[in-house]
């Protein structure tokens, strides 16, 4: 189970995995497991370090017994009616990319969906401002189109 987050108590250092939360007050000391309804783990005598042991083990008994949904993953297979230009969904630019010291560059930016994960997203570089022409930009294009729909068919969509 990944730790998302650490937590100092009186000097000690936890590691705490996402969905534990840490609840102090006057009258309470303890983590509280926020997963499918929520649990608390008092201090007690054993002291946070075992009560936070506890809660672990209960959060992994709930995550087995009903799993995290996976990714949702959004993918847009027609351009939005407010895109200005007339690329296809999920290519975007040209972008202008601007480095110190450097001459400006131009790229396209492609999504590539991905089952079971977030999307990603990749680069495609056109040229810069002084090796821009009309024949990198088709060169460009038709790599960022033949990445898109080759992830577009590896996620089960018509490309």
């Known amino acids: 189970m990944k730790s998302s987050r650490t937590v100092r108590i009186h000097g000690k250092t936890f590691a705490v995995p996402a969905r534990i939360q840490r609840c102090e007050d006057a009258h309470t000391h303890g983590w509280q497991v926020r997963y499918c309804g929520t649990m608390l783990f008092s201090d007690g005598a054993a002291g946070p370090r075992e009560s936070l042991k506890a809660a672990i083990a209960e959060l992994g008994a709930r995550y087995r017994a009903s799993p995290p949904p996976a990714a ?13 230009s007339d690329l296809p969904a999920g290519i975007s630019g ?11 560059s131009a790229e396209f930016k492609v999504s590539l969906p991905r089952r079971g994960k977030p999307n990603a997203s990749t680069s495609v570089y056109i040229a ?8 990198r930009y088709s060169v460009a294009l038709a790599k960022a189109l033949r990445l898109r729909q080759a ?9």
């Open 72 to 84: 949702v993953v959004r993918v847009r297979s027609t351009a939005l009616p407010h895109k200005t």
């Open 94 to 104: 040209p972008i202008l990319i601007r480095k110190p010291g450097r001459a400006d």
């Open 128 to 135: 810069s401002e002084t090796t821009w022409s009309a024949e």
């Open 151 to 159: 992830a577009m068919r590896a996620f089960g969509l018509p490309a």
